[in-house]
């Protein structure tokens, strides 16, 4: 009966306001196209909005799964619409069947078999899995896959999110496809950064500075080691650099909808990846290095 109570002041006094500034008659809030942050979305649901995930592509007419109201797990995007079957095949792509998949790309008979079976599975080229309710995870894609000079399989993706779900981080991206292990660009986020040297009379001239100070690289390192602490030994990154620059639409390291180009990063830095590597390789690779 307290809980209740309490739900209601905050309600009433609180998340009203703030759905009061969304309109007022927002019911539901659906995402899709990337993950969500958890904290995004943690603030959202603080703030009185109900917000949920769901997965699909244009040659599944939209949808294959979306998360309900009433069976809301974070870091998932819900169950398979009635009719449409998904499936984990190798490499963990996940495949999908139903009513909703495309008869084929127009006048592509060879591009079409490429990507439906013979069975009628269609081939997202994304991997997942589901947990034990049902719901599917979204886990990476195939062609961002990194496979080690070792042979290790290595989903970038949600070792990235877990970085940059540090306050200091923006964003990261790995590399280490054909290498021996695994290394990051770090994109801080320069207000923060900046905020943190005022308070702790770290002294700079230029922002490019304060990246090299000692101070913010220790900082920075101790956040990535917090992200990967509970990975297994080869998807944990053994060197890191700062990079001032952000990935953006403009420089040409994002897509218009958002999504990373990889190939355009590692040929922009391709210097600064190398250099991490000559420094990784001096060490006994077991702690992290900048």
């Known amino acids: 009966l307290g809980l209740k109570i309490k739900c209601w002041v905050y309600n009433r006094l609180v998340a009203s306001k703030f759905k009061k500034l969304a309109g007022g008659r927002t019911r539901l809030i659906v995402s899709g196209g990337a993950p969500l942050n958890r904290q995004i979305v943690k603030i959202f649901y603080i703030l009185g909005f109900n917000i949920v995930e769901g ?3 244009t040659e599944t007419s939209g949808v294959v799964t979306c998360c309900s109201v009433e069976e809301n797990r974070l870091g998932t995007v819900g169950k398979p619409f009635d009719g449409v079957d998904v499936r984990i095949g190798e490499n963990d792509e996940m495949l999908v069947r139903g009513p909703n998949v495309m008869k084929g790309y ?5 591009e079409t078999a490429k990507v439906i079976d013979k069975d009628g599975w269609f081939h997202t080229g994304d991997q997942g899995k ?9 886990t990476g894609r195939i062609k961002e896959l990194i496979i080690t000079s070792g042979g290790k399989k290595i989903a970038p993706a949600p070792i990235e999110a877990n970085i940059t779900m540090s306050r200091y981080i923006d964003q990261a991206v790995l590399h280490g496809d054909k290498r021996n292990y695994l290394v990051g660009l770090v994109v801080p986020i320069r207000e923060i950064i900046e905020e943190h040297a ?14 090299e100070r000692e101070e913010i690289k220790e900082l920075i390192k101790g956040e990535i080691e917090r992200a990967i602490s509970g ?9 890191f650099a700062l990079l001032e ?3 953006s639409v403009e ?9 990373l ?11 600064v990846i190398d250099a991490m590597y000559s420094k990784g390789d001096s060490l006994e690779q077991r702690r992290l290095v900048y």
Do not use: H, W
């Open 198 to 211: 005022r308070e702790n009379n770290i002294t700079f001239d230029t922002y490019s500075t304060l990246l």
């Open 130 to 138: 589901f947990d034990k309710q049902g719901n599917l995870v979204i």
């Open 261 to 271: 180009r990889r190939r355009k990063v590692e040929e922009k830095y391709c210097t």
């Open 231 to 239: 990975l297994a030994s080869y998807q944990r990154i053994k060197a």
């Open 251 to 259: 420089n040409g390291m994002l897509t218009p909808s958002l999504k």
């Open 106 to 110: 127009f006048n592509k008979p060879e």
């Open 55 to 57: 997965y699909g592509l």
């Open 245 to 247: 620059e952000a990935f």
